[in-house]
């Protein structure tokens, strides 16, 4: 049975920082693109970023430098680094696991930026 489990969501006040984690079980890790996506209330799910199974790492143009994805095959798990964190990146926050035909998602963690 596969599973992602998200974790590391809350409340932070705008400027602070966050580091969502996603542990998944029942893949082979190391073989997988894991994404971050995120849907904020009455928007569409939209894309943060992803890191290939080689490493490779691409990010939302709007959320590049100030996001940051990164994996652990070891851990079986990727995570994703936000700075400078703003109210309009109030959001759940989804991870995935694409290999080919298969794609797998996790419950999501909630995001909230707010003072």
């Known amino acids: 049975q596969v599973q992602l489990v998200e974790s590391g969501g809350g409340l932070v006040q705008p400027g602070g920082s966050l580091r969502l984690s996603c542990a998944a079980s029942?893949?082979?890790?190391?073989?997988?693109?894991m994404g971050w996506y995120r849907q904020a209330p009455g928007k569409q799910r939209e894309l943060v970023g992803i890191?290939?199974?080689?490493?490779?790492?691409r990010t939302a143009a709007s959320l590049k430098g100030r996001f940051t994805i990164s994996r652990d095959n070891a851990k079986n798990t990727v995570y994703l680094q936000m700075n400078s964190l703003k109210p309009e990146d109030t959001a759940v926050y989804y991870c995935?696991?694409?290999?080919?035909?298969?794609?797998?998602w996790g419950q999501g963690t909630q995001v909230t930026v707010s003072s």
């Open positions: 995935n696991a694409v290999r080919t035909t298969q794609t797998y």
């Open positions: 029942g893949i082979i890790f190391s073989i997988y693109t």
């Open positions: 890191i290939t199974d080689d490493g490779a790492t």
